[in-house]
């Protein structure tokens, strides 16, 4: 055989996600990949494949019996920022309103004064080491938002951190530009300005850059009304960018029903959806990504994802990651929440980390669950089985991580006193 094969043999259960429903799983298994494209070649039960291949010509690591699932997908955050809000946490935890908080300098636009201010070095620097959190616990892709410039120059400064940081870190980053974020400042007496500004300026220059590929827009009370969402998103497809949606957090817009329309890949947050939004975006192929994390953090109810999971939506789950509404990238955390607030079962909230979350970013053909021809992205845990990724409550089950293949992480051991 001239393909370079590797193995991880002695699996004690592959969770393959594969499938319309369920993990399927498989027991006693091995995978065989290709090591220079980093792609999956076959999976199965050992007993199956060493009778197929000739194990003398493949390397073969061996898993002790651990559970390996697909390495973990979020497929929201805004993880380039400059700054922090923890003064503003606090306020919040003492009882202070959101107006309140604006009014003594807090919010987006705070992060936005920071991010500015920020040197491209020392948001790279920042964003490898929460690259860095995200793969301790095996996330190996995450989409990450701009929207912290709101200006041509610092979206293209957040832009290009996630570039050099998707080629340099072992985690993917798929990229989103969020211009329409919050009005700025500067234009809250003339929003149509900076509107237009965004349309005939900052699209352009960011549809650019290939590895841009959505376009976002935060649609709810306060920020971007429907009509305005939609057309920022229209232009923005016209320039070849897929929509998302923030949507239905804050006050019911019709976000989801926005997103249904216009073909959007998802819709965020809809915390406040309606039941005619949830039936629209079943109809249109829309993803709901849910964030408990945020509704957690800002004491909200949490979305309605118990009902879209049971009118058979696809639900993804996302962490958030942002410096103000939730300062988390916490795994454990995220499936806690999923099952114990949202009311998914196990195997969805699962689904909703690794083929979900891949749908929600347009990447299902490629990661997302295992099987042959795609990538080896790999979470290998440090548990009996699966299902301690959600009763062992908070805390990190994870062994090693592998991306495309190549092992990139590996659980550190204390030394003896
Ligand atoms: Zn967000």
Same mark, same amino acid.
């Given at each position: 055989?001239?393909?370079?094969?590797?193995?991880?043999?002695?699996?004690?259960?592959?969770?393959?996600?594969?499938?319309?429903?369920?993990?399927?799983?498989?027991?006693?298994?091995?995978?065989?990949?290709?090591?220079?494209?980093?792609?999956?070649?076959?999976?199965?039960?050992?007993?199956?494949?060493?009778?197929?291949?000739?194990?003398?010509?493949?390397?073969?690591?061996?898993?002790?019996?651990?559970?390996?699932?697909?390495?973990?997908?979020?497929?929201?955050?805004?993880?380039?920022?400059?700054?922090?809000?923890?003064?503003?946490?606090?306020?919040?935890?003492?009882?202070?309103?959101?107006?309140?908080?604006?009014?003594?300098?807090?919010?987006?636009? +705070?992060?936005?004064?920071?991010?500015?201010? +920020?040197?491209?070095?020392?948001?790279?620097?920042?964003?490898?080491?929460?690259?860095?959190?995200?793969?301790?616990?095996?996330?190996?892709?995450?989409?990450?938002?701009?929207?912290?410039?709101?200006?041509?120059?610092?979206?293209?400064?957040?832009?290009?951190?996630?570039?050099?940081?998707?080629?340099?870190?072992?985690?993917?980053?798929?990229?989103?530009?969020?211009?329409?974020?919050?009005?700025?400042?500067?234009?809250?007496?003339?929003?149509?300005?900076?509107?237009?500004?965004?349309?005939?300026?900052?699209?352009?220059?960011?549809?650019?850059?290939?590895?841009?590929?959505?376009?976002?827009?935060?649609?709810?009370?306060?920020?971007?009304?429907?009509?305005?969402?939609?057309?920022?998103?229209?232009?923005?497809?016209?320039?070849?960018?897929?929509?998302?949606?923030?949507?239905?957090?804050?006050?019911?817009?019709?976000?989801?029903?926005?997103?249904?329309?216009?073909?959007?890949?998802?819709?965020?947050?809809?915390?406040?959806?309606?039941?005619?939004?949830?039936?629209?975006?079943?109809?249109?192929?829309?993803?709901?990504?849910?964030?408990?994390?945020?509704?957690?953090?800002?004491?909200?109810?949490?979305?309605?994802?118990?009902?879209?999971?049971?009118?058979?939506?696809?639900?993804?789950?996302?962490?958030?990651?942002?410096?103000?509404?939730?300062?988390?990238?916490?795994?454990?955390?995220?499936?806690?929440?999923?099952?114990?607030?949202?009311?998914?079962?196990?195997?969805?909230?699962?689904?909703?980390?690794?083929?979900?979350?891949?749908?929600?970013?347009?990447?299902?053909?490629?990661?997302?669950?295992?099987?042959?021809?795609?990538?080896?992205?790999?979470?290998?845990?440090?548990?009996?089985?699966?299902?301690?990724?959600?009763?062992?409550?908070?805390?990190?089950?994870?062994? +090693?991580?592998?991306?495309?293949?190549?092992?990139?992480?590996?659980?550190?051991?204390?030394?003896?006193?």
């Amino acid at each position: 055989m001239s393909e370079k094969l590797s193995a991880l043999v002695n699996i004690g259960e592959l969770v393959t996600c594969e499938g319309e429903k369920g993990l399927n799983i498989i027991k006693e298994a091995a995978l065989i990949f290709n090591k220079e494209s980093g792609r999956i070649t076959e999976l199965g039960k050992e007993e199956t494949l060493r009778k197929k291949y000739d194990f003398s010509d493949i390397t073969a690591e061996d898993m002790e019996g651990r559970p390996v699932l697909p390495g973990f997908i979020d497929p929201h955050t805004h993880f380039v920022f400059g700054g922090y809000r923890a003064e503003e946490y606090f306020w919040r935890l003492q009882g202070m309103s959101y107006l309140e908080i604006m009014e003594k300098g807090g919010g987006i636009s +705070s992060t936005v004064r920071a991010t500015r201010e +920020s040197s491209f070095e020392d948001l790279y620097r920042r964003g490898w080491q929460r690259l860095d959190s995200f793969l301790a616990q095996g996330v190996t892709t995450i989409e990450g938002k701009s929207g912290y410039g709101m200006e041509l120059e610092t979206e293209l400064k957040q832009l290009e951190v996630m570039k050099k940081l998707a080629q340099e870190h072992p985690v993917d980053v798929v990229q989103t530009f969020l211009g329409a974020h919050i009005i700025p400042g500067e234009y809250q007496d003339s929003r149509q300005k900076y509107i237009d500004i965004l349309i005939d300026r900052m699209l352009p220059a960011v549809a650019e850059r290939d590895e841009v590929e959505f376009c976002d827009v935060f649609c709810d009370k306060g920020v971007y009304t429907v009509e305005e969402s939609e057309k920022i998103l229209l232009a923005a497809q016209k320039f070849g960018l897929k929509s998302k949606i923030h949507g239905d957090e804050i006050e019911y817009m019709g976000g989801a029903e926005l997103a249904a329309k216009i073909g959007a890949v998802s819709a965020e947050h809809l915390l406040k959806v309606s039941d005619q939004g949830i039936t629209e975006m079943e109809k249109a192929g829309v993803i709901p990504v849910i964030l408990p994390i945020t509704a957690f953090s800002l004491q909200e109810n949490y979305a309605p994802a118990r009902k879209m999971a049971d009118r058979g939506l696809p639900v993804a789950l996302a962490t958030d990651l942002n410096p103000g509404s939730c300062y988390s990238e916490s795994f454990p955390l995220l499936l806690a929440l999923a099952t114990l607030k949202l009311n998914l079962t196990p195997e969805e909230a699962i689904r909703a980390v690794t083929i979900n979350a891949a749908r929600a970013i347009d990447r299902e053909k490629k990661i997302g669950s295992l099987k042959a021809g795609k990538k080896a992205d790999l979470a290998v845990l440090d548990a009996p089985d699966y299902r301690h990724l959600i009763y062992h409550i908070g805390v990190n089950s994870v062994h +090693s991580v592998y991306k495309s293949g190549k092992k990139v992480k590996e659980k550190g051991k204390s030394l003896k006193l």
